[in-house]
């Protein structure tokens, strides 16, 4: 549905379902803009972690979760819909994207929620001055593969300063050669698979959308490996 006030931006409406664990159902719509900066669409990726986070909503009310890359900002909205304290992030080269998370905190009556801009590997002062964390979310964030360390470089900082924090991230598998593996191990963090039929994700109509079809998404929970005592 397009908006009368500006004909490039189109609301799409997700409606999570009711299931066990939750009482509702929830609708929530998301302001995409017709422009060819990857931030501005919903991907298949954010519908995976937007339900993942919908089956979660016991676990993540009152606590404090974080969005990265954050767009258009569907997993943050649901979070926040769901009753977490939502801090969405983007990058602070890229100021439209930051403009399109504070439209889909409107579009969604979210009045508390923070937008900061966050460039992936960069200890900045904002990525300092964030408070405690409970959840780091994080939809497609390894699409680009010069990408894939700094992300994992600003994930690891929160994760130190967050030692009981978890990463959920979802991202689609697009080359059998791209892989975190390495990093993962280079940075001390380890890596759990989510299967998607354990939360609803199976399917190709999520949330009521087309997405993801028949796109291979897959969702990992990410944390922080304890740290090794030293040897004697």
């Given at each position: ?67 990265l890359g954050a767009g258009v900002s569907l997993p943050g909205v649901v979070a926040a819909r769901c009753g977490a304290a939502v801090i969405l992030s983007d990058s602070a080269e890229l100021p439209r994207c930051l403009d399109n ?116 998404v897959q969702m990992m929970v990410i944390t922080a490996r304890e740290t090794e005592p030293p040897r004697k």
């Amino acid at each position: 549905m397009s908006s009368p006030e500006n004909p490039d931006l189109a609301l799409k409406e997700f409606t999570f379902e009711e299931n066990k664990g939750t009482l509702h159902s929830l609708t929530v719509s998301i302001p995409e803009v017709l422009d060819p900066q990857y931030g501005m669409y919903v991907w298949p990726c954010a519908v995976v972690l937007a339900q993942y986070v919908w089956t979660q909503q016991e676990e993540i009310q009152h606590k404090t979760v974080l969005e990265l890359g954050a767009g258009v900002s569907l997993p943050g909205v649901v979070a926040a819909r769901c009753g977490a304290a939502v801090i969405l992030s983007d990058s602070a080269e890229l100021p439209r994207c930051l403009d399109n998370c504070r439209r889909s905190c409107e579009a969604n009556g979210l009045r508390g929620v923070s937008v900061v801009g966050l460039t992936w590997g960069e200890v900045s002062p904002d990525l300092i001055a964030l408070p405690p964390l409970h959840v780091i979310l994080g939809s497609d964030v390894f699409y680009e593969p010069e990408d894939f360390e700094n992300v994992l470089v600003t994930v690891s900082f929160l994760l130190r300063k967050n030692p009981e924090a978890q990463f959920w991230t979802t991202y689609q598998e697009r080359s059998g050669d791209w892989s975190i593996e390495a990093l993962l191990h280079k940075w001390r963090l380890s890596c759990r698979f989510v299967p998607l039929d354990t939360f609803g994700a199976q399917g190709s109509q999520i949330a009521r959308s087309a997405l993801p079809g028949s796109h291979n998404v897959q969702m990992m929970v990410i944390t922080a490996r304890e740290t090794e005592p030293p040897r004697k």
